[in-house]
Structures are given as structure tokens and as C-alpha cells.
């Protein structure tokens, strides 16, 4: 696990992992520290891009925890078993999403637990184990291609930013834009995190698409204005009222194509 105080052994860890802005920032002028691999400029990003007139989006962010990585294996392996691990989850998802201004991350993962019956000590072993966290099947070979296209990636998630950083590393992916609920100062989905990641994008909403993992985000993403994709690999069922997504997949493999206008160009919601 990274402690973040030492920007020089982050930014030589490889050409996988998130450099915040402000190492970005202390190390400008200095590119050997900092491979293009980890982190390009989006004017950089954009010179490698391929035929950027015809894409269909100029950007893509994503949902970290539920859109990329699958974190509720290892919630459930927390609580001991899949039943109470999706109970827990599916309590905080609730408290978070109407949370509103920042509150400790931790605190609502605990209160969670503890509204279904569980120890609250569970939300520390669960920070403990954030670095076992894991991408969906096919997230890695999508998001390689989108970046090898020159589109630029962030991720907008509900969480701290110590844990955030350590689940971005967890795709494997490297992102331009991390915005977390702490930095925003409010949870999603309140405008706020999407807006702050679209500013450091420097991208408008209808040129970006956001790929929800909880059908949650429908609601923040409407209110902003952002075409969003769900993609539903924890087989969710939507909030009532809830917005549909342009697109509704259990997999990511024609997100690229979707994004560079290439295929699947019409409004539809499915399966595979």
C-alpha cells in the first residue's frame, strides 16, 4: 500500500498508478520523475488520438467502486458471507446516496453495518483490505483501449481519498481526473463531484459520457446533464423513479466503440 509522501517512488511504481494533482503540480518541469504512461496532460493526451471529429464523447468518467472494480466480493468476505455482505452494501448505498455534504467515510460504512445487525469494526477491517480490490472481468482491456485512443479517463466515487486512490491503482488503468466525495465535499448524487470532475476534464457534459455502476448515479448524472451508460455487473435493480441510462450492459466490451462512434450509436438498453 502506498502512504503518498513519497511522490518520487509513486511516480516510478509504474505506468498504472494515479499521481494526484498536487504531486503533478511539484513535480512539473521535472518529466523524467513522471512516466506518460501514468499521467499525460490532456493537450498530450489529445495529440494521440486518432480521429477525435468523430468521436461520439470527448471523455469518459467512470463510477469507481461498483462501474470498475468489484468491491462487493470483498464486502462480502468482510462480513463472512455473500447474504450479510450484500445487506451491508446495499444499507450504505442508501445512507450514502442521501447523505448529501461530506461525512467521514468510514462513519456511514460503520453505521451501515451496524444497521444490519453487524459489528461496526468490520468498516476498518474493510479499509484495511481496500488494496485486494479487484476489476471486473474485461474493465482492464476496455479502459486500455479507450486510453490507447487518446480519451481521457477519471473516476467519480463515493469515498475518502486515501481509499479512493488506493482503489483507483486497484484498476490498473491510469486517470487523468480522480474526484472523491471528500474532495467534493458532498456525496454523489449530488451535482458537485460530477460538476468538479468535468471543470478538471475541462470537458461539457454532453461531450462526456459517465459509466454508472449503481443505478443511484441516474439521478446525479441527470440533474448535471451527463449521458451515462450502466453498467450493471452487480445485476442491480433500479431505484423507483430513477432515470434510464442510454445504455444498460453486464460488460464493457463495446464501450469502446460506443465512445468512438463507431458502433452501437443508437439508445438502447439490455443485455449483452
Known sequence: MYLWSDPVR????????????????QFAGRPHHLSQNAYAPLSQTAMFASNPSTRAYD???FDLLTALLDSWKLWNSVAGSETAGRRWRAEYLKITYTAGEYLPYEDLVAKAAHDVGLSRDLAKELGARYAELEPWPGVRDALDRLHAEGIPLGVVTNCSEELGRIAANCVGVPFTVLVTAERAGYYKPQPQPYELA????RVEPPRCLFVAGSAYDLFGTAKVGLPTWWH???????PENAPAPLVCRDELST???????????SYSIGGR
Open 10 to 25: 509513486i511516480a516510478r511504481s509504474g505506468p498504472h498508478q494515479y499521481i494526484p494533482p498536487e504531486i503533478r503540480t
Open 59 to 61: 471523455a469518459v468518467l
Open 198 to 201: 468535468l471543470r478538471e476534464l
Open 232 to 238: 450493471n455487473r452487480a445485476n442491480m435493480i433500479a
Open 255 to 265: 464501450l469502446p466503440t460506443y465512445v468512438l462512434g463507431r458502433a452501437e450509436t
